[in-house]
């Protein structure tokens, strides 16, 4: 249903009541590099005065949510750390369920301070030396020597391709706001990159993705809506709707897991890519903005 006149919050003040929860992407959505997108801080203010349960919804894997909270209050949106889930959040009950607390893991890059990988109960492992002693590897963002890192991890999967490869941001590139109209390679690309050159070789390894459009990221996000608003254990995907600005990313995984899917026209898609899309990347609804 296309609504590309109209803004998400008029259209919200007459149909919050079909759902009982909402999710927001953060860059592209709420704010664009160091600005507040218009309105924004309308719609989060309405959602405390009505109780009304949310949370902001992030691929960004190397900042914690006491980091990117702190970038939103600079924006002049008042976000508190656990309003935001990450990620990276969704490592948590990865090891759990595989029963990896205080593995060694290698990881690329960086992973939030204080570190997602620790706060999961892993050990993590920067030094390449140390790299053979390694049960994983996380591929991680921000700023590191991509040429020694490469080498290593390539080698190791070479050697060891059954071992976790553990990518908490799916994404292949992200917005540079610094140089407005570039864009920065993303961990989801550089984890391709690698597993291309291991299919070329005849290993088959898979990265496990932990954040949108993969299923981990939304398994872990209602678990802290149920426990954070004290919700019915029955809050089902088809309940909840989710608003974002990437067609791979927000409403591909909004659709993937039934959630109800809503795109805004503020970042990185625009009108013609919104009505043209198909399958799993039409979004429900299309909104020129928030407010």
Known sequence: MQKPDMTFFDWWLKNSIRYKAILFDV???LIS???LMPGADRMISWLREHHYPFALLTN????????KSNLLQRCKLDIAPEEIVSCSMALNKYVDDNNLHGASFFVMGDLGKPCYAENAGLKPI???EQIEQCQGIIVGEGFYDWH??????LNLLRANPQIPFIVPNPDSYW???RRPGFVGIGAGGKARFI???LNEMGLAVTPHY???PYQDIYDYTIDVLKKRFDLDDELASNEVIMLGDSLKSDIQGANNVGMHSALVLTGITNQQQATDATGDLKPDFIFKSIC
Do not use: M, W, Y
């Open 60 to 67: 960004d894997g190397n900042h914690s949510p006491q980091e």
């Open 148 to 153: 020694k890192n490469f080498h290593a991890v």
């Open 126 to 128: 920067r030094d390449i």
């Open 33 to 35: 590099g160091p600005q």
């Open 27 to 29: 860059d592209g959505t």
């Open 175 to 177: 917005p540079d706001s």
């Open 195 to 197: 597993c291309t050159i």
């Open 210 to 212: 932990l954040g949108k």
